[in-house]
């Protein structure tokens, strides 16, 4: 099972706009990670957060961690076109699994 | 995709005939990763490897083998392809000694379709 799970499924929003994506997961974590992946292409690391970290920004990107309620979210602000694609968020468990990787959230940016 | 390559991109064969996926890459990392990518299950770990000759199972490891001889070459082989294992292939490698995280960096992928 997916120790990941991102919300929403697929988000559509007009360029401008910001873009909030969410992931839960469900073990303690050395630290979570979000990716993206354009169609048709192999998924890219975005950022990383560690598990004694609460907020990272990278860009337009920001990411938060809550590690008591289990989730992190993903903002883009000023979203653009070409931030169109999948996002998927990747987790690093304590126990020493490999990293497990949620469904993803289609985004998609119309200009 | 800097850096690893798949080989080859797209394939299509029939049910109960071998088939071997190449991943290859010039970062000189030591973690290598198969995972499928399909529709309703995200990104799933077949095999990794930690290591020349030193591998172990993922998540859906069954009717897959793997095989490691040097640094920089992973194979996936479906010994006899079934049409459940039709899917999109990604090969990802990492080096957590460098970086003390599992940052994955991954390959275009390769489309496998089983008749």
């Known amino acids: 099972s997916q120790q990941g799970e991102e919300d929403p499924q697929a988000l559509s929003i007009q360029e401008g706009e910001n873009a909030t994506m969410n992931c839960s997961y469900k073990?303690?974590?050395?630290?979570l990670q979000w990716y993206r992946q354009n169609s048709g292409r192999g998924l890219v690391h975005l950022i990383l957060i560690r598990s004694n970290e609460r907020e990272k920004h990278s860009g337009r990107l920001r990411v938060t961690l809550d590690t008591s309620k289990k989730s992190s979210s993903l903002l883009i602000t000023a979203s653009r076109a070409a931030d169109t694609a999948s996002y998927f968020c990747?987790?690093?468990?304590?126990?020493?699994?490999?990293?497990?990787f949620g469904e993803g959230t289609q985004l998609t940016v119309n200009p | 995709d800097a850096g690893i390559t798949q080989s080859p991109r797209h394939k299509v064969t029939e049910t109960g005939t071998p088939v071997t996926l190449r991943c290859h890459q010039t970062e000189n990392h030591r973690y290598m990763y198969w995972y499928r990518q399909d529709p309703g299950h995200g990104l799933r770990l077949i095999h990794y490897s930690y290591g020349v000759k030193d591998t172990d199972k993922g998540e859906v490891s069954d009717g897959y083998s793997v095989s490691r001889s040097k640094t920089e070459d992973f194979l996936l082989t479906l010994e006899s392809a079934t049409s459940s294992q039709t899917s999109v292939y990604f090969c990802?490698?990492?080096?957590?000694?460098?970086?003390?995280?599992?940052?994955?960096?991954f390959g275009p992928g390769t489309r496998l379709t089983v008749l």
């Open positions: 990802a490698i990492s080096e957590p000694a460098a970086t003390s995280t599992d940052t994955q960096y």
């Open positions: 990747a987790t690093d468990a304590t126990s020493g699994s490999r990293l497990t």
């Open positions: 073990t303690s974590i050395n630290n």
